[in-house]
């Protein structure tokens, strides 16, 4: 049985003494949580705060937006997976399809990311998704499985549990327009088949496997309760404490 996981990715919102006020209202919000996994991805600035803030909730993680494959170096501006574990950072979101299309990360970027990520004890929240184009163009499944074979490439088979793949259709993230949980579970599915030829059967059936866009506390419950569908990652709905934590009301509804 995998656990439920419902990551929440503030994108670039909120401030260190915003983020404070928020898991604030978001803990008196949720109370106890104990049959699914709760993450909050807030801003680098916000991480230390954030941390500080999850310690009154154990089923809470921190986790980052990004980071860079090299351990130190002349990178200016970059932030290395070691200084997200100093923080006691465990999660962190690789391939997010803004990075993607807005900074040029290509698969192999992605790739160098996730191994750089794994090698320092970080969890990946890996991202994949294909544009509206690519599924008129009924180019779903090779795109997923590019992303998925190119950006998973080298990971060691022990590794591959600690991974949670996102899959998040680009057309779906900010616009409202959510896929259908039948669309979902399709893709969702199939991430899994190849997630299995690249392992193994039983090893796949491990990984967990997010959906996001357009995530709301009126289409979670339906999304949770498919087969293949272990959580979501929740961009705008998750800035707001109440609604976030109403998506995690409705995955532990889906549990029963
Ligand atoms: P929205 O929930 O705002 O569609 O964003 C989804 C997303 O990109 C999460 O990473």
């Known amino acids: 049985m995998r656990k439920k ?24 919000e949720i109370g106890e949580v104990n049959d699914v996994e709760v993450v909050v991805l807030p801003p ?40 997200l574990r100093a923080l006691y950072v465990k999660y962190v979101i690789l391939g997010h399809s803004e990075r993607r299309t807005l900074f040029g990360e290509t698969d192999e970027i992605v790739n160098r990311k996730v191994r750089a990520a794994l090698d320092a004890g970080l ?16 180019q779903v499944e090779q795109v997923l499985g590019r ?38 579970e399709q893709a969702h599915a199939f991430i899994r088949s190849v997630l ?17 866009g357009s995530v709301k506390p009126d289409n979670a419950e ?15 709905a998750s800035l707001d404490p109440r609604s976030f934590a109403q998506i995690i009301r409705c995955a532990e509804a889906a549990l029963i």
């Open 44 to 83: 680098f600035t916000a991480i230390p705060a954030s941390v500080s803030a999850s310690e009154k909730m154990p089923a809470l993680r921190i986790g980052a937006q990004n980071m860079h494959w090299a351990k130190s170096g002349a990178f200016t501006g970059e932030v290395s997976a070691t200084m």
């Open 5 to 28: 996981i419902l990551a929440a990715n503030w994108k670039m919102n909120l401030t260190h003494t915003e983020a404070e006020s928020y898991l604030q209202s978001f803990l008196t």
């Open 123 to 138: 969890r990946p929240i890996f991202c994949v998704g294909e544009t509206l184009h690519e599924r008129d163009s009924n």
């Open 222 to 236: 339906e999304l949770m309760r498919q087969k293949n569908i272990d959580g979501a990652l929740i961009g705008g």
């Open 196 to 212: 299995a030829g690249i392992t193994d059967g039983p090893t796949a059936e491990k990984v967990r496997i997010q959906y996001g």
């Open 147 to 184: 992303q998925i074979r190119q950006g998973l490439d080298g990971v060691s088979q022990k590794d591959f549990t600690e991974i949670v793949v996102a899959y998040e259709p680009c057309w779906a993230i900010g616009t409202g327009r959510t896929a259908t949980p039948a669309q979902a």
